[in-house]
Protein backbone atom coordinates (compact mmCIF):
# COMPACT_ATOMS: atom_id res chain seq x y z
CA UNK A 1 0.00 0.00 0.00
CA UNK A 2 1.54 4.24 -0.86
CA UNK A 3 2.60 5.34 2.21
CA UNK A 4 0.20 8.12 3.72
CA UNK A 5 2.10 11.85 2.87
CA UNK A 6 2.85 13.77 6.13
CA UNK A 7 3.01 16.96 7.14
CA UNK A 8 3.96 18.22 10.48
CA UNK A 9 2.86 22.14 11.37
CA UNK A 10 4.79 23.68 14.45
CA UNK A 11 8.59 21.94 14.39
CA UNK A 12 8.37 22.26 18.39
CA UNK A 13 9.26 19.82 20.65
CA UNK A 14 6.35 17.24 19.88
CA UNK A 15 6.11 18.36 16.33
CA UNK A 16 9.63 17.76 15.73
CA UNK A 17 10.22 14.93 17.23
CA UNK A 18 6.78 13.49 15.38
CA UNK A 19 8.62 14.06 11.97
CA UNK A 20 11.67 12.82 12.35
CA UNK A 21 10.25 9.56 13.41
CA UNK A 22 8.20 9.50 10.57
CA UNK A 23 11.11 10.14 8.50
CA UNK A 24 13.31 7.94 9.84
CA UNK A 25 10.61 5.16 9.34
CA UNK A 26 10.80 6.55 5.65
CA UNK A 27 7.73 8.34 5.21
CA UNK A 28 7.86 11.59 3.28
CA UNK A 29 7.85 14.80 5.95
CA UNK A 30 7.31 17.83 4.92
CA UNK A 31 7.86 19.88 8.59
CA UNK A 32 6.30 23.81 8.55
CA UNK A 33 7.59 26.52 10.75
CA UNK A 34 6.94 30.20 11.03
CA UNK A 35 10.48 31.02 12.24
CA UNK A 36 12.50 32.13 9.83
CA UNK A 37 16.28 31.41 12.20
CA UNK A 38 14.77 27.83 13.28
CA UNK A 39 13.90 26.91 10.33
CA UNK A 40 17.50 27.62 8.52
CA UNK A 41 18.75 25.44 11.20
CA UNK A 42 16.53 22.70 10.63
CA UNK A 43 17.46 23.04 7.09
CA UNK A 44 21.18 22.76 8.78
CA UNK A 45 20.41 19.89 10.69
CA UNK A 46 20.35 21.52 13.75
CA UNK A 47 17.77 21.90 16.65
CA UNK A 48 17.17 24.58 19.62
CA UNK A 49 16.59 22.04 21.88
CA UNK A 50 18.51 19.19 23.29
CA UNK A 51 17.10 15.55 22.90
CA UNK A 52 18.67 12.11 22.91
CA UNK A 53 18.98 11.14 19.17
CA UNK A 54 16.82 13.86 17.93
CA UNK A 55 19.69 15.87 15.87
CA UNK A 56 20.93 12.50 14.39
CA UNK A 57 17.75 11.28 13.45
CA UNK A 58 17.00 14.99 11.47
CA UNK A 59 20.61 15.05 9.92
CA UNK A 60 19.71 10.81 8.73
CA UNK A 61 16.82 12.20 6.92
CA UNK A 62 17.66 15.15 5.97
CA UNK A 63 20.54 13.41 4.16
CA UNK A 64 17.86 10.56 3.11
CA UNK A 65 15.99 13.65 1.38
CA UNK A 66 13.25 12.02 3.13
CA UNK A 67 12.45 14.96 5.44
CA UNK A 68 11.79 19.08 3.93
CA UNK A 69 11.30 22.49 6.37
CA UNK A 70 9.51 25.07 4.69
CA UNK A 71 6.99 28.15 6.04
CA UNK A 72 4.79 28.21 3.05
CA UNK A 73 1.56 26.18 4.32
CA UNK A 74 0.66 25.61 0.29
CA UNK A 75 2.83 22.99 0.41
CA UNK A 76 0.76 21.51 3.04
CA UNK A 77 -1.46 20.56 -0.09
CA UNK A 78 0.75 17.62 -1.59
CA UNK A 79 0.23 15.63 1.24
CA UNK A 80 -2.68 13.35 2.86
CA UNK A 81 -2.22 14.05 6.39
CA UNK A 82 -1.50 16.78 8.46
CA UNK A 83 -0.69 17.14 12.28
CA UNK A 84 -0.89 20.14 13.86
CA UNK A 85 1.74 20.51 17.00
CA UNK A 86 1.60 24.07 17.64
CA UNK A 87 2.06 25.20 21.35
CA UNK A 88 -0.45 26.08 23.47
CA UNK A 89 0.68 28.00 26.13
CA UNK A 90 -0.79 29.38 29.11
CA UNK A 91 -1.86 33.13 29.08
CA UNK A 92 -1.04 35.24 31.97
CA UNK A 93 -3.90 34.01 34.15
CA UNK A 94 -3.09 30.41 33.81
CA UNK A 95 -6.38 29.99 30.38
CA UNK A 96 -5.06 27.95 27.20
CA UNK A 97 -4.09 30.36 24.65
CA UNK A 98 -5.49 29.13 21.31
CA UNK A 99 -3.96 32.17 19.03
CA UNK A 100 -1.52 29.96 17.20
CA UNK A 101 -3.99 26.94 16.59
CA UNK A 102 -6.84 29.24 15.32
CA UNK A 103 -3.63 31.19 13.08
CA UNK A 104 -2.62 28.04 11.87
CA UNK A 105 -6.39 26.76 11.05
CA UNK A 106 -7.48 29.66 9.08
CA UNK A 107 -3.85 29.11 7.40
CA UNK A 108 -5.22 25.73 6.12
CA UNK A 109 -8.74 27.07 5.08
CA UNK A 110 -7.29 29.03 2.44
CA UNK A 111 -4.96 26.16 1.24
CA UNK A 112 -7.35 23.41 1.58
CA UNK A 113 -9.92 25.18 -0.40
CA UNK A 114 -8.08 24.99 -3.43
CA UNK A 115 -7.42 21.25 -2.75
CA UNK A 116 -9.86 18.41 -4.49
CA UNK A 117 -8.75 15.19 -3.34
CA UNK A 118 -9.58 14.13 0.93
CA UNK A 119 -7.58 16.01 3.79
CA UNK A 120 -7.28 14.84 7.46
CA UNK A 121 -6.15 17.39 9.89
CA UNK A 122 -4.79 15.67 13.20
CA UNK A 123 -4.96 17.69 16.08
CA UNK A 124 -2.07 16.61 18.29
CA UNK A 125 -1.92 20.49 20.19
CA UNK A 126 -3.54 19.81 23.77
CA UNK A 127 -6.62 21.47 23.22
CA UNK A 128 -9.76 21.82 26.27
CA UNK A 129 -12.22 19.71 25.65
CA UNK A 130 -15.08 21.02 23.37
CA UNK A 131 -12.24 22.96 21.57
CA UNK A 132 -12.31 20.72 18.39
CA UNK A 133 -16.15 20.88 18.30
CA UNK A 134 -16.50 24.30 19.11
CA UNK A 135 -13.69 26.46 17.73
CA UNK A 136 -12.02 24.23 15.02
CA UNK A 137 -14.48 22.08 13.13
CA UNK A 138 -16.25 25.28 12.42
CA UNK A 139 -13.48 26.89 10.89
CA UNK A 140 -13.16 24.06 8.53
CA UNK A 141 -16.85 23.17 8.25
CA UNK A 142 -17.40 24.41 4.88
CA UNK A 143 -14.83 22.38 3.05
CA UNK A 144 -15.81 19.00 2.06
CA UNK A 145 -13.03 17.35 1.36
CA UNK A 146 -11.44 17.89 5.29
CA UNK A 147 -12.07 15.96 8.08
CA UNK A 148 -10.54 16.38 11.29
CA UNK A 149 -9.10 13.85 14.26
CA UNK A 150 -7.97 14.43 17.92
CA UNK A 151 -5.10 12.21 18.46
CA UNK A 152 -3.39 13.24 21.71
CA UNK A 153 0.29 12.51 22.18
CA UNK A 154 1.90 11.48 25.68
CA UNK A 155 5.23 11.20 25.05
CA UNK A 156 7.67 12.52 27.64
CA UNK A 157 10.71 14.84 27.06
CA UNK A 158 14.18 13.38 27.49
CA UNK A 159 12.90 9.89 25.46
CA UNK A 160 10.63 11.56 22.73
CA UNK A 161 12.01 9.28 20.24
CA UNK A 162 11.11 5.86 22.19
CA UNK A 163 8.06 7.04 23.43
CA UNK A 164 6.71 8.06 19.70
CA UNK A 165 8.44 4.83 18.50
CA UNK A 166 6.47 2.60 21.50
CA UNK A 167 3.78 4.14 22.95
CA UNK A 168 1.54 2.81 25.52
CA UNK A 169 -1.80 4.00 23.62
CA UNK A 170 -3.16 5.44 20.49
CA UNK A 171 -6.07 7.52 20.97
CA UNK A 172 -7.97 9.06 17.93
CA UNK A 173 -11.26 11.39 18.44
CA UNK A 174 -13.26 11.79 15.40
CA UNK A 175 -17.05 12.35 14.48
CA UNK A 176 -17.15 9.72 12.10
CA UNK A 177 -15.42 6.05 11.59
CA UNK A 178 -14.38 6.59 8.54
CA UNK A 179 -11.52 8.94 9.31
CA UNK A 180 -10.80 7.06 12.33
CA UNK A 181 -10.14 4.71 9.95
CA UNK A 182 -7.52 7.16 7.74
CA UNK A 183 -5.58 7.89 11.03
CA UNK A 184 -5.54 4.12 11.78
CA UNK A 185 -4.46 3.09 8.05
CA UNK A 186 -1.25 5.46 8.88
CA UNK A 187 -0.72 4.12 12.00
CA UNK A 188 -0.68 0.20 10.39
CA UNK A 189 2.21 1.48 8.15
CA UNK A 190 4.21 3.11 10.86
CA UNK A 191 4.03 0.13 13.03
CA UNK A 192 4.89 -3.48 13.09
CA UNK A 193 3.26 -4.27 15.99
CA UNK A 194 0.37 -1.81 16.47
CA UNK A 195 -0.35 -0.58 19.94
CA UNK A 196 -3.56 -0.70 21.33
CA UNK A 197 -6.07 1.55 19.86
CA UNK A 198 -9.14 3.93 21.71
CA UNK A 199 -11.41 5.21 18.94
CA UNK A 200 -13.52 8.30 20.49
CA UNK A 201 -15.42 11.44 19.90
CA UNK A 202 -12.87 14.58 19.66
CA UNK A 203 -13.62 16.29 23.43
CA UNK A 204 -13.22 12.45 25.07
CA UNK A 205 -10.22 12.74 23.22
CA UNK A 206 -9.26 16.02 24.29
CA UNK A 207 -10.59 15.03 28.18
CA UNK A 208 -8.25 12.21 27.98
CA UNK A 209 -5.08 13.63 27.35
CA UNK A 210 -6.36 16.25 30.42
CA UNK A 211 -7.15 13.24 32.47
CA UNK A 212 -3.84 11.83 32.01
CA UNK A 213 -1.49 14.27 32.62
CA UNK A 214 -3.60 15.28 35.75
CA UNK A 215 -3.29 12.25 37.13
CA UNK A 216 0.38 12.12 36.74
CA UNK A 217 0.82 15.09 38.24
CA UNK A 218 -1.72 13.96 41.06
CA UNK A 219 0.72 10.85 41.81
CA UNK A 220 3.80 13.76 41.86
CA UNK A 221 1.47 15.44 44.70
CA UNK A 222 0.82 12.71 46.57
CA UNK A 223 3.93 11.79 47.07
CA UNK A 224 5.19 14.74 48.07
CA UNK A 225 2.26 15.23 50.90
CA UNK A 226 3.23 12.00 51.86
CA UNK A 227 7.26 12.90 51.81
CA UNK A 228 6.60 16.43 53.78
CA UNK A 229 4.83 14.77 56.77
CA UNK A 230 7.86 11.64 56.52
CA UNK A 231 10.12 14.65 57.12
CA UNK A 232 8.55 14.83 60.75
CA UNK A 233 8.69 11.80 61.70
CA UNK A 234 12.12 9.94 63.17
CA UNK A 235 13.61 7.72 60.77
CA UNK A 236 10.80 7.79 58.30
CA UNK A 237 12.08 7.87 54.68
CA UNK A 238 9.10 8.24 52.07
CA UNK A 239 11.59 6.03 49.85
CA UNK A 240 10.61 2.58 51.60
CA UNK A 241 7.00 3.98 51.59
CA UNK A 242 6.60 4.76 47.86
CA UNK A 243 8.67 1.46 47.21
CA UNK A 244 6.52 -0.68 49.76
CA UNK A 245 2.90 1.08 48.17
CA UNK A 246 4.40 0.86 44.26
CA UNK A 247 4.24 -2.99 44.68
CA UNK A 248 0.19 -2.70 45.20
CA UNK A 249 -0.42 -3.12 41.22
CA UNK A 250 -4.11 -1.13 41.61
CA UNK A 251 -1.13 1.76 42.91
CA UNK A 252 1.84 1.13 40.37
CA UNK A 253 5.62 1.89 41.15
CA UNK A 254 5.90 5.06 38.68
CA UNK A 255 5.38 8.74 39.55
CA UNK A 256 6.06 8.23 43.12
CA UNK A 257 9.64 9.76 43.01
CA UNK A 258 9.13 12.71 45.63
CA UNK A 259 11.03 15.98 44.98
CA UNK A 260 11.18 19.73 44.74
CA UNK A 261 7.38 19.73 42.37
CA UNK A 262 6.51 18.99 39.30
CA UNK A 263 7.90 21.20 36.26
CA UNK A 264 8.20 21.11 32.42
CA UNK A 265 6.08 22.23 29.77
CA UNK A 266 3.31 20.31 30.08
CA UNK A 267 2.00 18.90 33.76
CA UNK A 268 1.92 22.17 35.25
CA UNK A 269 0.50 24.24 31.91
CA UNK A 270 -2.48 21.17 31.52
CA UNK A 271 -3.67 21.27 35.06
CA UNK A 272 -3.68 24.99 35.28
CA UNK A 273 -5.80 24.96 32.01
CA UNK A 274 -8.19 22.13 33.49
CA UNK A 275 -8.58 24.20 35.82
CA UNK A 276 -9.60 27.41 34.30
CA UNK A 277 -11.90 25.39 32.15
CA UNK A 278 -13.75 23.57 34.64
CA UNK A 279 -13.78 27.10 36.89
CA UNK A 280 -17.40 27.38 34.88
CA UNK A 281 -18.42 23.81 36.56
CA UNK A 282 -18.73 25.55 39.92
CA UNK A 283 -16.40 23.49 42.49
CA UNK A 284 -15.80 20.42 40.60
CA UNK A 285 -12.12 21.19 40.50
CA UNK A 286 -11.12 21.71 44.35
CA UNK A 287 -9.07 18.49 43.60
CA UNK A 288 -7.19 19.63 41.01
CA UNK A 289 -6.53 23.11 42.94
CA UNK A 290 -5.45 21.19 45.93
CA UNK A 291 -2.75 19.07 43.19
CA UNK A 292 -1.40 21.83 42.10
CA UNK A 293 -1.30 24.51 45.49
CA UNK A 294 1.04 21.26 46.91
CA UNK A 295 3.03 21.40 43.68
CA UNK A 296 3.44 25.53 44.07
CA UNK A 297 4.36 25.03 47.72
CA UNK A 298 6.88 21.99 47.09
CA UNK A 299 10.27 24.41 46.61
CA UNK A 300 9.26 25.65 50.34
CA UNK A 301 10.36 22.48 51.39
CA UNK A 302 14.54 23.39 50.23
CA UNK A 303 14.10 26.75 51.31
CA UNK A 304 13.12 25.62 54.67
CA UNK A 305 16.23 23.29 55.17
CA UNK A 306 18.55 25.72 54.15
CA UNK A 307 17.28 27.82 56.40
CA UNK A 308 17.52 24.90 59.36
CA UNK A 309 20.97 25.20 58.31
CA UNK A 310 21.15 28.58 59.35
CA UNK A 311 22.88 29.57 55.74
CA UNK A 312 21.13 32.77 54.91
CA UNK A 313 23.98 34.82 55.27
CA UNK A 314 25.38 37.15 52.58
CA UNK A 315 28.68 35.50 52.86
CA UNK A 316 27.64 32.00 52.34
CA UNK A 317 27.91 30.11 48.77
CA UNK A 318 25.46 27.91 47.59
CA UNK A 319 26.02 25.41 45.57
CA UNK A 320 22.74 24.08 42.72
CA UNK A 321 23.47 21.19 41.04
CA UNK A 322 20.55 20.35 38.25
CA UNK A 323 18.98 23.37 36.75
CA UNK A 324 16.80 21.81 33.75
CA UNK A 325 12.97 20.50 35.19
CA UNK A 326 14.17 17.08 34.58
CA UNK A 327 17.30 15.12 33.28
CA UNK A 328 18.03 14.28 29.81
CA UNK A 329 16.85 17.77 28.24
CA UNK A 330 18.17 21.22 28.59
CA UNK A 331 14.58 22.59 29.27
CA UNK A 332 13.62 24.89 31.70
CA UNK A 333 10.01 25.53 31.63
CA UNK A 334 8.49 25.94 34.52
CA UNK A 335 11.72 24.12 36.38
CA UNK A 336 12.14 24.55 40.06
CA UNK A 337 15.48 25.69 39.48
CA UNK A 338 14.32 28.93 38.49
CA UNK A 339 12.21 29.85 41.15
CA UNK A 340 14.88 28.35 44.01
CA UNK A 341 17.57 30.63 42.64
CA UNK A 342 15.50 33.99 42.69
CA UNK A 343 14.60 33.01 46.07
CA UNK A 344 18.29 32.28 47.35
CA UNK A 345 19.18 35.56 45.10
CA UNK A 346 16.46 37.84 47.42
CA UNK A 347 18.38 36.29 50.49
CA UNK A 348 21.53 37.45 48.87
CA UNK A 349 23.31 34.40 48.76
CA UNK A 350 25.73 33.18 46.36
CA UNK A 351 24.87 31.30 44.03
CA UNK A 352 27.08 29.01 41.74
CA UNK A 353 25.07 26.63 39.35
CA UNK A 354 26.12 23.40 37.08
CA UNK A 355 23.92 21.53 34.68
CA UNK A 356 25.22 18.93 31.96
CA UNK A 357 22.81 20.60 29.28
CA UNK A 358 20.73 23.99 30.57
CA UNK A 359 23.64 26.07 31.49
CA UNK A 360 22.89 28.37 28.36
CA UNK A 361 19.43 28.34 28.75
CA UNK A 362 19.72 29.42 32.29
CA UNK A 363 22.35 32.25 31.55
CA UNK A 364 19.53 33.70 29.35
CA UNK A 365 17.51 34.32 32.76
CA UNK A 366 20.13 35.21 35.24
CA UNK A 367 22.75 36.39 33.51
CA UNK A 368 25.61 37.50 35.35
CA UNK A 369 23.41 37.18 38.86
CA UNK A 370 25.32 33.78 39.29
CA UNK A 371 28.15 32.06 38.46
CA UNK A 372 28.21 29.04 36.35
CA UNK A 373 30.29 26.17 36.11
CA UNK A 374 31.13 23.12 33.76
CA UNK A 375 32.75 21.15 36.09
CA UNK A 376 31.09 19.84 39.64
CA UNK A 377 34.04 20.25 41.11
CA UNK A 378 34.84 23.49 40.72
CA UNK A 379 30.23 24.30 41.30
CA UNK A 380 31.05 22.73 44.74
CA UNK A 381 34.66 24.04 45.59
CA UNK A 382 34.28 26.04 48.55
CA UNK A 383 30.83 26.08 49.18
CA UNK A 384 28.39 26.10 52.31
CA UNK A 385 25.67 23.89 50.86
CA UNK A 386 25.16 21.48 47.84
CA UNK A 387 21.67 21.30 46.77
CA UNK A 388 20.81 18.67 44.20
CA UNK A 389 17.96 19.86 41.78
CA UNK A 390 17.77 17.38 39.10
CA UNK A 391 17.99 13.69 39.00
CA UNK A 392 21.20 13.89 36.77
CA UNK A 393 23.04 10.44 36.11
CA UNK A 394 26.64 12.45 37.40
CA UNK A 395 25.29 13.62 40.49
CA UNK A 396 24.56 9.89 41.60
CA UNK A 397 27.86 9.39 41.48
CA UNK A 398 28.56 12.45 43.95
CA UNK A 399 30.67 10.25 47.11
CA UNK A 400 31.23 11.65 50.79
CA UNK A 401 35.40 12.22 49.91
CA UNK A 402 34.52 14.43 46.25
CA UNK A 403 32.08 16.81 48.67
CA UNK A 404 34.62 16.82 51.84
CA UNK A 405 38.01 17.46 49.78
CA UNK A 406 35.85 20.40 47.78
CA UNK A 407 33.23 22.02 50.44
CA UNK A 408 33.53 24.12 53.24
CA UNK A 409 30.76 23.30 55.15
CA UNK A 410 29.40 19.89 54.88
CA UNK A 411 25.57 20.77 54.19
CA UNK A 412 24.18 18.80 51.39
CA UNK A 413 20.18 19.20 50.75
CA UNK A 414 19.27 16.02 48.35
CA UNK A 415 15.85 17.41 46.64
CA UNK A 416 15.78 14.47 44.14
CA UNK A 417 16.28 11.39 46.71
CA UNK A 418 19.30 10.23 44.60
CA UNK A 419 21.95 9.90 47.14
CA UNK A 420 22.43 7.06 49.98
CA UNK A 421 21.75 8.98 53.23
CA UNK A 422 23.60 5.95 55.03
CA UNK A 423 26.72 6.83 52.94
CA UNK A 424 26.76 10.65 54.40
CA UNK A 425 26.32 10.40 58.26
CA UNK A 426 29.29 12.53 58.69
CA UNK A 427 27.54 15.45 56.95
CA UNK A 428 24.26 17.55 57.64
CA UNK A 429 22.54 16.07 55.03
CA UNK A 430 18.76 16.78 54.37
CA UNK A 431 17.11 15.07 51.71
CA UNK A 432 12.92 14.89 50.82
CA UNK A 433 10.79 12.96 52.51
CA UNK A 434 13.52 11.77 54.79
CA UNK A 435 12.63 11.99 58.30
CA UNK A 436 15.10 13.05 61.32
CA UNK A 437 18.18 11.02 61.67
C1 LIG B 1 4.57 14.85 30.66
C2 LIG B 1 3.89 13.48 30.61
O1 LIG B 1 4.66 12.56 31.38
C3 LIG B 1 3.78 12.98 29.17
O2 LIG B 1 3.06 11.74 29.14
C4 LIG B 1 3.02 14.01 28.34
O3 LIG B 1 2.94 13.63 26.98
C5 LIG B 1 3.77 15.33 28.41
O4 LIG B 1 3.85 15.74 29.80
C6 LIG B 1 2.99 16.34 27.61
O5 LIG B 1 1.84 16.64 27.96
O6 LIG B 1 3.46 16.75 26.54
P1 LIG B 1 7.16 15.65 30.54
O7 LIG B 1 6.66 17.04 30.79
O8 LIG B 1 8.15 15.43 29.46
O9 LIG B 1 5.92 14.66 30.18
O10 LIG B 1 7.83 15.16 31.88
P2 LIG B 1 7.52 14.09 33.03
O11 LIG B 1 8.42 12.95 32.89
O12 LIG B 1 6.06 13.83 33.15
O13 LIG B 1 7.99 14.93 34.31
C7 LIG B 1 7.31 16.12 34.71
C8 LIG B 1 7.85 16.62 36.02
O14 LIG B 1 7.47 15.75 37.09
C9 LIG B 1 9.37 16.74 36.10
O15 LIG B 1 9.72 17.92 36.74
C10 LIG B 1 9.77 15.52 36.92
O16 LIG B 1 10.98 15.70 37.62
C11 LIG B 1 8.59 15.43 37.89
N1 LIG B 1 8.42 14.08 38.48
C12 LIG B 1 8.12 13.04 37.68
C13 LIG B 1 8.56 13.93 39.85
O17 LIG B 1 8.83 14.90 40.61
N2 LIG B 1 8.37 12.69 40.40
C14 LIG B 1 8.06 11.61 39.63
O18 LIG B 1 7.89 10.49 40.19
C15 LIG B 1 7.93 11.79 38.24
Known amino acids: MKKSRISVIGMGFVGLSLAVVNAHANF ?61 PSTKDGKIDLSSLKKVISGLYKVLKNKQAKHLVVIKSTVVPTTTSTVIAPMLKKLKNVSIAVNPEFLREGSALNDLIHPHLIVIGCVDDKNCKVLETYYKQFYKTMPDIINTDYTTAEMIKYANNAFLATKISFINSIANICQKLPLVDVNTIARAIGKDPRIGSQFLQAGPGFGGSCLPKDLSALIKFTDKFHDLNSFFKAVENVNQLQTSQVIQMLKSMKLFDSKKIIAVLGLAFKKDTDDL ?9 KNLLKKRLNINVHDPMAIENFKKIFGDKVSYYTKITDCIKNAHCCIILTEWDDYKKLNPSILKKNMKELNIIDARRILDPSKFKEFNFKAIGLGPR
Do not use: H, M
Not at 48 to 76: G, M, Q
Not at 333 to 341: G, H, Q, W
Open 333 to 341: REAVSIKLV
Open 28 to 88: EIIGVESNKEKLANLRRGKTDFYEPNLSKYLNESLKKNKISFTENLDEVKNTDITFITVGT
